[in-house]
């Protein structure tokens, strides 16, 4: 347990809480006489594996909007800690904010204890923060002093200990490419070779994915944080310039009128400087 | 039942079985989304809560494991507290407060096994609603169903460790060769006095019963 926890863990045990928000927003989004914006999901592929010197993590930067790319070079893998890092498929705000409040957690920890945090307290706190929630499924990853650990994090909240994995909605694609090629204690470049492949064919066969590859290597001596690793190999070339030059639109006719304001009510606040 | 879970489900089989000095209890190690994508072929189902009390979780995997995770801290206090191992009774009753506490949010069935000094080895079922049974053996998850005829004739009261283990695994193997949601390798624990031993059974080493 956190020495020093930015959560408040609830008394009862359990945090039902985000059963209400599931509820609430299903109910927003649904019906209602506003069209509310889909939240930004990241449709996405995601993947980790273990490998014999550390972690390697991939994944791709499209984030989408319904069907619109809404950033072509989306940052996926998240900062928990010097030795964790988190890669996170669903809804954009949910991923953001709960790593962001996991690395804050974990900071205040390692002042606290002393210690630099492990990857299984990093799952359980999750665990906790995302019991029923649907927005986010992670992939978390990272080195400590026990060894070279993958977790993952699904929806509504349950974990499990793997060395190779997947997620997103390119999650089956890549799966394939690693389930076929995957040996336990792999080189280093091997598994860098393999976690692009695993990316890029869930790219190449899902329509929510795509654009470019980052890639995330952990390791003892440190992190090597490559983005991207590979660019898309379809980037559009603009065939011209597309701004317009003033003069473009031509005026036809010109009105000016002037509005009447009159000074109804004047209220003064002094700023306090001291 | 297991197709309303939401998320990862352990549609499963597990169970638990006393013999002659100790407990065993076991369980596959599936995990499923909605019934057509497995997405694990190695979760644990069996979880230590204490160092000779064992369960096994069937429902929604995130809800077992919160679950757990609160009864494993309750009951490590609770042994604190009373300077002495806990109960496989207390423990299967904290779960038990868990769920029928919560049931209308929760989705998870447990059995407790452990071996105690007071009464020895005992097996608890916990089931959705927060009932509590204790029982000779017993069996549970959505694999249980094709078992009950095999478990109900073949069990004997007082079997020797040996015949336990391999009513256990035959038992196993039945359910998973005929339940979909169901499978993997077979995780069993023995659990006795002296101590827990592992016993893990790929899924080709398993008996084969007419599987043409």
């Not at chain 2, 919160?66 to 904290?94: D, Y």
Request: charged fraction near 20%; proline fraction near 4%; charge should be negative.
């Amino acid at each position: 347990m956190a020495l020093s926890n930015v959560l408040q863990i609830p008394t009862s045990g359990f945090n039902f809480e985000n059963v209400a928000i599931n509820v609430a927003l299903e109910s927003l989004l649904e019906g209602g006489h506003t069209k509310t914006p889909k939240p930004m999901k990241t449709g996405t592929t995601i993947a980790g594996l273990v490998c014999k010197e550390g972690v390697v993590l991939g994944a791709d930067t499209r984030a989408t909007s319904g069907e619109v790319v809404a950033d072509k070079m989306c940052a996926k893998i998240h900062y928990i800690s010097p030795n964790i890092y988190c890669c996170g498929a669903g809804t954009a705000a949910d991923t953001e904010k709960t790593t962001d409040l996991l690395s804050s957690n974990l900071t205040i920890f390692s002042m606290n204890s002393g210690r630099n945090p492990r990857v299984v307290m990093a799952v359980n706190i999750l665990q906790d923060m995302l019991f029923r929630c649907t927005g986010a499924s992670l992939i978390l990853g990272g080195v400590d002093c026990n060894g070279n650990h993958l977790y993952t994090v699904g929806p509504y909240g349950s974990i499990d200990n793997v060395p190779y994995l997947a997620m997103g909605s390119g999650d089956l694609a890549a799966l394939g490419i690693l389930e076929d090629r995957f040996k336990p204690n792999m080189e280093m470049e091997e598994a860098k070779e393999l976690v692009r492949d695993a990316i890029h064919s869930g790219i190449m066969s899902d329509l929510d994915s795509g654009n470019n590859i980052d890639i995330c290597v952990i390791t003892k001596q440190g992190v090597d944080y490559i983005r991207p690793y590979q660019e898309s190999e379809y980037k559009d070339k603009r065939q011209k310039r597309y701004k317009y030059g003033p003069g473009t639109t031509s005026i036809l006719t010109e009105k000016i009128v002037p509005l009447d304001l009159e000074v109804v009510q004047e209220t003064v606040q002094r700023m306090d400087t001291a | 039942m297991d197709s309303q879970i939401k998320g990862v489900s352990t549609g499963t089989t597990i169970l638990a079985v006393t013999f002659n000095g100790g407990v065993i209890i076991g369980s596959d190690s599936r995990a499923s989304i909605g019934g057509y994508y497995v997405s694990s072929k190695t979760i644990n189902k069996l979880i230590q809560v204490h160092d000779r009390i064992f369960c096994c979780i069937a429902g929604s995997l995130a809800d077992a494991q919160a679950v757990t995770k609160a009864a494993k801290f309750q009951i490590s206090f609770h042994s604190i507290q009373m300077e002495s191992p806990p109960l496989v009774k207390a423990a299967a009753s904290v779960l038990k407060e868990l769920c029928y506490n919560n049931k209308e949010e929760l989705q998870a069935g447990f059995i407790t096994a452990g071996w105690d000094r007071k009464k020895g080895p005992q097996v608890y079922t916990v089931a959705l609603g927060g009932m509590l049974l204790s029982q000779p053996f017993t069996i549970g998850g959505s694999g249980s169903t094709y078992i009950y005829g095999y478990a109900d004739a073949k069990y004997k009261p007082d079997m020797s460790k040996e015949e336990c283990l391999q009513f256990a695994t035959n038992a196993l193997a039945l359910a998973m060769g005929r339940d979909n949601v169901s499978g993997g390798v077979a995780h069993l624990v023995v659990i006795t006095e002296e101590g827990v031993e592992h016993v893990v059974i790929p899924g080709d080493k398993l008996p084969k019963f007419h599987n043409e």
